[in-house]
């Protein structure tokens, strides 16, 4: 079974501060995904990485960035969290039989 | 564009019924499609893939598709208010980077 795990499950943060969600995978999967979903907007792409150390943009990647160091980590930062970043983040990796991607149990995340 | 529709309902059916939930895609090439289950509050989970013309069973579960018609559908049989969730269609389309194109989910309620 494909394990995707996210730091926190809740977390609460302020306005301005730098907030850290990791991403930890136990599939050796090569290419994992950061969202955001919000209600009525369905799943928006962050970033995604398909190797150590390559990043690609997705759809929304204004206000954060992301690091990925080693393959199994695949770390989100905010670098200064506004509230408008209020939102269920969501990692995945992308692999295994079948080919698709697999999801982690999202981070709730709210900016005060 | 590369784009995958669902309609957002929601769509409400007594318990037993069966649950028809539709998605269509942009991208004629695309080879692989996937349904996935999303309760309230959790991580989308993988339920279904299809990868040919017709239809494919698992359970009370089955997915069809059709691709000249660009149209890919779930249908749950026996419908329990377990069944309640959000349902997400995804399409990997042809080229690019190993990523799922997700539709915004369409919101079964099954009711007793």
């Known amino acids: 079974d494909v394990k995707v795990t996210q730091s926190s499950r809740y977390l609460v943060k302020r306005t301005g501060e730098k907030v850290f969600l990791e991403c930890v995978q136990d599939?050796?999967?090569?290419?994992m995904f950061w969202y955001r979903q919000d209600p009525g907007l369905g799943l928006r792409l962050i970033y995604f990485?398909?190797?150590?150390?390559?990043?690609e943009k997705g759809d929304i990647p204004e206000g954060y960035s992301v690091s990925r160091e080693k393959k199994e980590r695949f770390s989100l930062i905010l670098e200064s969290a506004s509230t408008n970043q209020t939102s269920m983040y969501l990692c995945?990796?992308?692999?295994?039989?079948?080919?698709?991607?697999?999801f982690g149990p999202g981070t709730r995340l709210t900016v005060l | 564009q590369k784009e995958v529709e669902q309609n957002s309902g929601p769509l409400s059916v007594p318990e037993g019924a069966i649950a028809s939930l539709n998605c269509t895609y942009s991208?004629?090439?695309?080879?692989?499609f996937f349904w996935y289950r999303q309760y309230s509050g959790k991580s989308p989970e993988l339920i279904m893939f299809?990868?040919?013309?017709g239809d494919k069973e698992d359970g009370r579960f089955t997915a069809q598709l059709n691709k000249a018609s660009q149209y890919v559908s779930l249908l749950i049989r026996d419908s329990q208010p377990s069944d309640s969730a959000t349902y997400l269609c995804?399409?990997?389309?042809?080229?690019?980077?190993?990523?799922?194109?997700f539709g915004a989910g369409t919101r079964l309620a099954v009711h007793p």
């Open positions: 995945a990796t992308r692999g295994g039989r079948p080919d698709t991607q697999y």
């Open positions: 990485s398909y190797d150590v150390k390559m990043k």
């Open positions: 991208d004629r090439g695309s080879q692989s």
């Open positions: 299809i990868y040919s013309n």
């Open positions: 995804a399409v990997n389309f042809s080229g690019g980077y190993n990523k799922l194109i």
């Open positions: 599939m050796d999967h090569e290419n």
